[in-house]
């Protein structure tokens, strides 16, 4: 998903904004629902063309209270988005002490209120718009970055790491070479935390086996803790920029093809992002789509829905609340947001 004030086009065009205790479970086991039920919270991913960008002004950090509304909904993960580029503002140079100071200050204030951050770095598989993998931005430049961040932030249980926001690399085959190379890199920190891998082509569910599937599955961890990631919209296009949606069978038929190749491959995943309009007929495909992932919850590990935030204004996806009354779509969530089914 593309923040506002993004220079790429894509769904923020239509948000409408005002400004650009869930341990982390062995990848092996499973509970009876997803361990990992929450929300994308935008803002720190702002305004990507302004960099570093005036903080409160360009990008702000979710506040205490956007957390406290969607612990008290039963959510346990949320998916903070950040930029590269604020946090490392030199390749190979140190972190920037405030920004990684606001990232540990949301992380333990989550954990606070039992819930898991996934640290999504959304930057679409550039920096400073040069492509992963190319002369300007080695493979070795990305590893860097994941081998600070995991000093920082390793081994808190309450931690994934989101190697990339929907990396758009020119092959799968590139993009595997840059994935291991931070998968090594945190490891060699010594941290165990879950990695959240990503794929191409908009890290698509529908096209991830056929776009990704051949590449990544070589990936090796040596502690067998990666969790492949994609994201997946309903609307007709699966663009995540109309308020128009699909059939239910289709919906769940855009998973399926995910599901498959996991459990060929002994492998666990996480939707990052998916949304619908307030559209009661697309309300009404959570129900569907949030089902399929329990009954496959021994290969799916959990989900972000996108997305909050007070900054999105009307904006068609929001769960955030409407003048304190919630969101058709939170309505339609609550009923996944326990261990039993619902």
Same mark, same amino acid.
């Given at each position: 998903?593309?923040?506002?004030?993004?220079?790429? &086009?894509?769904?923020?065009?239509?948000?409408?904004?005002?400004?650009?205790?869930?341990?982390?479970?062995?990848?092996?086991? #499973?509970? /009876?629902?997803?361990?990992?039920?929450?929300?994308?919270?935008?803002?720190?991913?702002?305004?990507?063309?302004?960099?570093?960008?005036?903080?409160?002004?360009?990008?702000?950090?979710?506040?205490?209270?956007?957390?406290?509304?969607?612990?008290?909904?039963?959510?346990?993960?949320?998916?903070?988005?950040?930029? $590269?580029?604020?946090?490392?503002?030199?390749?190979?140079?140190?972190?920037?002490?405030?920004?990684? %100071?606001?990232? %540990?200050?949301?992380?333990?204030?989550?954990?606070?209120?039992?819930?898991?951050?996934?640290?999504?770095? =959304?930057?679409?598989?550039?920096?400073?718009?040069?492509?992963?993998?190319?002369?300007?931005?080695?493979? *070795?430049?990305?590893? /860097? @970055?994941? *081998?600070?961040?995991? %000093? *920082?932030?390793?081994?808190? &249980?309450?931690?994934?790491?989101?190697?990339?926001?929907?990396?758009?690399?020119?092959?799968?085959?590139?993009?595997?070479?840059?994935?291991?190379?931070?998968?090594?890199?945190?490891?060699?920190?010594?941290? #165990?935390?879950?990695?959240?891998?990503?794929?191409?082509? $908009?890290?698509?569910?529908?096209? !991830?086996?056929?776009?990704?599937?051949?590449?990544?599955?070589?990936? =090796?961890?040596?502690?067998?803790?990666?969790?492949?990631?994609?994201?997946?919209?309903?609307?007709?296009?699966?663009?995540?920029?109309?308020?128009?949606?699909?059939?239910?069978?289709?919906?769940?038929?855009? @998973?399926?093809?995910?599901?498959? $190749?996991?459990?060929?491959?002994?492998? #666990?995943?996480?939707?990052?992002?998916?949304?619908?309009?307030?559209?009661?007929?697309?309300?009404?495909?959570?129900?569907?789509?949030?089902?399929?992932?329990?009954?496959?919850?021994?290969?799916?590990?959990?989900?972000?829905?996108?997305?909050?935030?007070?900054?999105?204004?009307?904006?068609? !996806?929001?769960?955030? &609340? /409407? =003048?304190?009354? /919630?969101? &058709?779509?939170?309505?339609?969530?609550?009923? !996944?947001?326990?261990?039993?089914?619902?």
């Amino acid at each position: 998903m593309t923040l506002p004030h993004s220079s790429r &086009p894509g769904r923020w065009l239509l948000c409408g904004c005002l400004i650009a205790t869930a341990l982390a479970l062995p990848v092996g086991r #499973h509970a /009876d629902a997803q361990t990992y039920r929450g929300v994308n919270l935008a803002g720190a991913g702002y305004s990507s063309s302004k960099l570093p960008g005036r903080y409160g002004y360009d990008y702000l950090y979710p506040k205490p209270a956007e957390v406290d509304y969607f612990t008290a909904q039963g959510m346990n993960t949320f998916r903070l988005s950040v930029l $590269w580029e604020r946090l490392q503002p030199a390749l190979n140079g140190p972190l920037d002490e405030k920004e990684l %100071q606001r990232v %540990q200050q949301f992380i333990a204030y989550a954990q606070s209120k039992g819930a898991t951050t996934v640290l999504d770095i =959304h930057n679409y598989g550039r920096y400073r718009g040069q492509e992963v993998g190319s002369d300007a931005v080695p493979d *070795a430049a990305f590893a /860097d @970055l994941w *081998a600070r961040l995991a %000093q *920082a932030l390793g081994n808190n &249980p309450h931690v994934l790491f989101g190697l990339m926001n929907e990396p758009q690399q020119h092959s799968a085959e590139a993009w595997k070479n840059a994935v291991q190379a931070a998968i090594d890199a945190i490891r060699k920190t010594g941290s #165990h935390n879950i990695i959240l891998v990503p794929g191409i082509g $908009w890290d698509s569910a529908l096209g !991830f086996a056929k776009l990704n599937g051949d590449a990544l599955g070589q990936l =090796h961890d040596p502690d067998n803790r990666l969790v492949y990631e994609v994201h997946e919209y309903f609307d007709p296009d699966a663009s995540g920029t109309k308020p128009a949606c699909i059939s239910q069978d289709q919906a769940v038929g855009r @998973l399926k093809p995910f599901t498959d $190749w996991l459990h060929a491959h002994k492998a #666990h995943g996480f939707l990052g992002e998916f949304g619908v309009s307030r559209q009661p007929e697309c309300v009404a495909l959570l129900k569907p789509v949030l089902s399929h992932l329990r009954d496959n919850a021994d290969v799916w590990s959990g989900w972000t829905y996108w997305a909050a935030g007070p900054l999105w204004g009307n904006y068609m !996806f929001t769960l955030e &609340p /409407d =003048h304190g009354q /919630d969101r &058709p779509q939170m309505e339609a969530i609550k009923p !996944f947001l326990s261990q039993s089914a619902p």
